[in-house]
């Protein structure tokens, strides 16, 4: 039997925003609830990946003294590139899924997964989870 690759786990559509977007923007898409992080992208190249906690790092202290309105405010004017993780390990399609369990280990966020050097996934602990268990 061979070995499942990262190609099987792959998704029609991934989550990306420019970034000029704001943490609004980011906020939006992953409130979906379908995706832990978002691809930054410019001209179809990844530039970093945003997950929610580098929003909850970004949003004003609760202790602070703005309003609830000015504090939603500012997630609209603070563009993402400003806290987007830039250094993300990326795999490509046909990265053997034990592979991609392998960086996902120790909490890492979802892996990009590069086509020629464009985005074409995001892969994360649940993609992985699913394959390894119906390899079992």
């Known amino acids: 039997m061979s070995r499942p690759t990262v190609r099987t786990l792959l998704r ?3 989550p ?3 970034p000029t977007a704001t943490l609004a923007d980011a ?3 992953l409130r979906s609830g379908d995706w832990e992080a978002v691809a930054v992208v410019q001209r179809g190249r990844l530039l970093g990946l945003v997950v929610a906690d580098d929003l909850a790092a970004a949003r004003p202290s ?3 003294t ?3 309105s000015e504090r939603r405010g500012a997630l609209t004017r603070i563009p993402i590139h400003r806290v987007m993780r830039h250094d ?3 795999i ?3 990265t053997p899924v034990t592979e991609a369990a392998r960086l996902l280990r120790d909490g890492s966020p979802p892996l990009p997964v590069l086509d020629r050097g464009q985005l074409v996934g995001l892969v994360g602990v649940a993609d992985v989870l699913i394959v390894l268990d119906r390899l079992e």
Do not use: G
Request: proline share 14%.
């Open 92 to 94: 490509v399609p046909d």
């Open 12 to 14: 029609t559509t991934v």
């Open 88 to 90: 993300v390990p990326t």
């Open 66 to 68: 703005l309003t609830v």
């Open 27 to 29: 906020e939006a898409i």
């Open 62 to 64: 609760a202790a602070t």
């Open 16 to 18: 990306t925003l420019p």
